[in-house]
């Protein structure tokens, strides 16, 4: 033919030598070509899914291949009969690259059109491992927010390039951040601005060991062939400092302080980093700082001192007050040390109380640790004697930072005495003084006091005896000055006091009236010894009576049991009691029966015993015929007794008469 071969024959050498149908016969192109999962998007996998739309309906068959990316065939050309619109599972050779998809179409009459092509961009290749680096070998508070720096990965990137980094953090290890080994998805992904997108962040953790792991994942989700381990240790607690040798009260000399820091986390011992450190500061100055656990410091100045201690472990962690990375520190603790070396100043009064004139004052000054309440004393001796100081009563400081005593004057005999002041400060210091605030010497002299004198005695005179315990004693006395003046309203004790009886002494107060004198009637009693007594005052000395005896008869009762006795007939039966204030021992006591004549003296005839009540009972028989018609008068007499209390008496006469 003419002009060119048969429209059939032309198709097919065009299909052979790989060129299109004319392009006024040809079908067009395939309608959006794409591939699976992105064109541009790098796979970690072979195969992969084309998927188009047909431009005609009359489509018989669609042809594929596969070049490699320096332009060469690679798959070779594959005809799918019918109008399809998909290719599963093409599969680009094993050497990872950017493939490039031709896919054409060819219909019914058998012309081929335009190929459509796509990018098939594989790489399977893994990126190089990575090291996660922690910024300190222990993590403490102040480290948080923290950042972990993860390292570049080993030798050439993939083709793909490297799109970021997978993360896991978890306390126990081997957790690897994808869930595949190989392959991280884009959702496991922590860290996605490729290579250079290396600071991994950490809000915060609790205290104990995490461990981080990472691996570099390429642009097709390769992941490294091994997880890089990061050991990240925190401790967010401060060491515990102990301070040693703070004394608990004044003291009266330098103070040399130890701190001692413990921490159970990262420890007081240097190991790259951060340096653990002690330290102590006083009054807000600057600290005194020593490397490891331990520092000493001194305090030396007098007053109150604060004193805070504290320590910075390996993870930096400091309670000292500060702020760190936006973080508020803990205050450190505060403890007080308080020096005072300066003795008190002690005097005595310039001049004694009127109103107490033995009382001793010494104020005590001290404006630092002040007078201690514990310690102190006034001694007085005879002045010039160079004797040894006797301590007064009540010389502790416990009234209002004053040494105080009471000087009984009145117990030294006459004569001029010095006084010793012996005064401390809570801090130890000592003092003493024996001078007056106005710098003379601290005498007195004794009497101090003005002098009293008191008088007593019974009625009859100096002495008395009452007939029995049954009765009361009129006592009086006369209180007065040694000048004679009457000392009115003072109380006089009165102190009655019997050895014999075994029981305490009796003790009566009255009060003297206008001149002076006083009087009391004794209760009923044994004998005894009286003495009257002024215990004196401030300004008065104390004083006694004389001593008087009181002296008291033994009251004995007999009764006989008849008038008369007859002579060789029934006995006569004699009882009595003797009485007494107190109670008879329980041995009884003695007595004897006596009897006389009318005129002539008694004579004893039996000594009797009486029970404890004191009572006692004789039965006498007349006998002898010269008795007829005598009246004979009986008594019963209580002699003196070892341990009784009474004098010698005796009953009234009972008169018998012999028949």
């Known amino acids: 033919m003419k002009g060119g071969l048969p429209r059939t024959v032309a198709i097919a050498a065009a299909a052979l030598l790989g060129l299109g149908a004319p392009a006024e016969a040809a079908p067009p192109a395939p309608v959006d070509l794409q591939v699976e999962g992105g064109e541009e998007t790098w796979h970690s996998k072979r195969r992969f899914r084309l998927v188009w739309r047909n431009p005609t309906p009359a489509i018989a068959a669609v042809h594929y291949r596969v070049l490699d990316p320096a332009g060469s065939v690679a798959v070779a050309t594959t005809r799918l009969d019918g109008a399809a619109t998909s290719i599963e599972g093409l599969e680009v050779p094993a050497e990872p690259g950017a493939y490039t998809a031709q896919v054409w179409l060819e219909d019914s009459p058998g012309y081929v059109g335009p190929a459509a092509e796509a990018k098939l961009r594989f790489d399977d290749a893994r990126p190089g491992d990575v090291e996660p680096t922690a910024s300190a070998a222990w993590i403490g508070r102040a480290s948080f927010p923290l950042t972990v720096r993860i390292g570049h990965p080993e030798g050439d990137p993939p083709l793909s390039g490297i799109g970021g980094y997978a993360i896991s953090l978890a306390p126990p290890p081997g957790q690897h951040p994808c869930q595949a080994a190989r392959r991280c998805s884009g959702a496991e992904i922590d860290l996605a601005g490729g290579v250079g997108d290396d600071a991994y962040r950490i809000a915060d953790l609790p205290e104990g060991t995490h461990h981080l792991q990472a691996v570099a994942v390429s642009g097709s989700g390769m992941a490294s062939r091994t997880a890089g381990l990061a050991v990240l240790r925190v401790d967010k607690t401060g060491p515990e400092v102990t301070l040693r040798g703070t004394p608990r009260k004044w003291v009266d000399h330098p103070v040399t302080l130890n701190a001692i820091a413990t921490d159970d986390g990262s420890g007081m011992v240097a190991a790259g980093g951060t340096t653990p450190f002690t330290a102590i500061a006083i009054d807000q100055g600057a600290p005194k700082v020593a490397a490891g656990s331990s520092v000493d410091a001194t305090v030396i100045d007098d007053g109150v001192h604060r004193v805070a201690y504290y320590a910075r472990d390996l993870a930096g962690n400091v309670d000292d007050g500060s702020e760190s990375n936006g973080v508020a520190n803990a205050a450190p603790p505060i403890a007080l040390v308080r020096i005072d070396r300066q003795p008190p100043k002690v005097s005595f009064v310039n001049s004694q109380d009127p109103a107490e004139l033995e009382l001793i ?247 009797v015993q009486t029970d404890r009540r004191g009572r006692f009972r004789y039965a006498y028989r007349f006998s002898d015929d010269d008795s007829r018609g005598v009246v004979f008068q009986f008594r019963a007499y209580a002699p003196a007794q070892a341990n009784w209390p009474y004098e010698p008496g005796g009953s009234r006469p009972v008169t018998v008469r012999g028949r």
């Open 361 to 607: 004052r010494v104020p005590i000054d001290d404006s630092l640790s002040g007078p201690d309440p514990t310690r102190g004393w006034i001694g007085v001796r005879r002045a010039d004697s160079g004797d040894r100081f006797v301590p007064l009563p009540s010389g502790s400081p416990t009234h209002d930072g004053e040494l105080r005593a009471h000087w009984d004057s009145d117990a030294y005999p006459a004569g001029e005495y010095e006084f010793r002041a012996v005064a401390y400060d809570a801090a130890g210091n000592e003092t003493a003084t024996m001078q007056r605030a106005d710098g003379k010497p601290m005498r007195l002299s004794s009497p101090l006091k003005a002098t009293t004198a008191l008088r007593a005695s019974f009625p009859a005179g100096r002495h008395a005896t009452e007939a029995g315990p049954g009765r009361k004693t009129l006592f009086t006395g006369r209180l007065t000055t040694a000048a004679d003046t009457p000392l009115s309203g003072m109380p006089v004790k009165i102190a009655e006091r019997s050895p014999l009886s075994g029981a305490p002494a009796r003790l009566s107060t009255v009060i003297t009236g206008p001149g002076g004198a006083f009087a009391i009637r004794l209760e009923p009693g044994p004998t005894r010894e009286i003495v009257a007594r002024f215990e004196g005052t401030p300004t008065l000395t104390r004083s006694a009576s004389s001593p008087l005896r009181l002296a008291v008869r033994s009251a004995v009762s007999l009764r006989a049991s008849a008038p008369a006795a007859r002579i060789g007939g029934a006995p006569i039966v004699f009882k009595g009691r003797l009485a007494a204030a107190g109670k008879v021992s329980a041995h009884g006591k003695s007595v004897q029966l006596q009897f006389r004549l009318p005129g002539l003296r008694w004579a004893e005839f039996r000594t």
